[in-house]
Structures are given as structure tokens and as C-alpha cells.
């Protein structure tokens, strides 16, 4: 079992920036790819970024160039740098660690979340 716990949310105006954290209880976090999804009310869950056990990333269409996804491995930590933030970025954040190491539709465990509120 892997507990996947996040921080870093909170609120923040439009065109701020938020950096968003989720660290694994297991060292099995480095040789998976993670993620970060999100998910807002009333809407699906949608995939924010990814990143492989080699460091491929894999970002979003509506997140692209404003949003960075970074792990560390050391200490078993995903980041997700967001900039430029907008009202339509606000939603609960997940962070994920996916069955493999190259990133696919097997997402195996799930964190909590953490809220992201963007104001106008």
C-alpha cells in the first residue's frame, strides 16, 4: 500500500501562482510515473501533467506552459509549479502513482486532495 499525502493549496488570486507538493510513503514512488489530476464541481476528473520514472513529462492542453511537473526522488516528492493562474484552474488536486514506470491509464493509488481556489 502507498499513502500519497498533498499540500500547497490554498487560494490565490488570478495570474498568481501556487506550488503544490504530494510525498509517498514508499520508495516504490521512484520507479512509477505520477501525476497530478484535478477534479472541479460538477465536471470529470481530468489529468493535469505527468511524469515517467525517467523524467518524460506529459502536461494538459489547458495547462500547458503555465504549469510544471517536477519529482524528486530522494525524498519521494512530486511537484506541480503553477503560474499564471486562472479562475477555471480551480478544483481539488489529486496527486497519483500510476502501476508503471512509463505513464499509462493504470493509476494505482490516490492521495487525498488539495483545493485550488483562483479568484478574478
Known amino acids: 500500500q502507498v499513502r500519497l499525502v498533498e499540500s500547497g493549496g490554498g487560494s490565490v488570486e488570478s495570474g498568481g501562482s501556487l506550488r503544490l507538493s504530494c510525498t509517498a510513503s514508499?520508495?516504490?514512488?521512484?520507479?512509477?510515473?505520477v501525476g497530478w489530476f484535478r477534479q472541479a464541481p460538477g465536471k470529470e476528473r481530468e489529468e493535469v501533467a505527468s511524469i515517467s520514472a525517467g523524467g518524460t513529462t506529459s502536461y494538459g492542453d489547458s495547462v500547458k506552459g503555465r504549469f510544471t511537473i517536477s519529482r524528486v526522488n530522494a525524498n519521494y516528492t512530486l511537484h506541480l509549479q503553477m503560474n499564471s493562474l486562472k479562475v477555471e484552474d480551480t478544483a481539488m488536486y489529486f496527486c497519483?502513482?500510476?502501476?508503471?514506470?512509463?505513464?499509462?491509464?493504470?493509476?494505482?493509488?490516490w492521495g487525498q486532495g488539495t483545493q485550488v481556489t483562483v479568484s478574478s
Open positions: 514508499r520508495d516504490t514512488f521512484t520507479v512509477k510515473c
Open positions: 497519483a502513482q500510476n502501476a508503471y514506470g512509463s505513464c499509462s491509464s493504470s493509476w494505482s493509488y
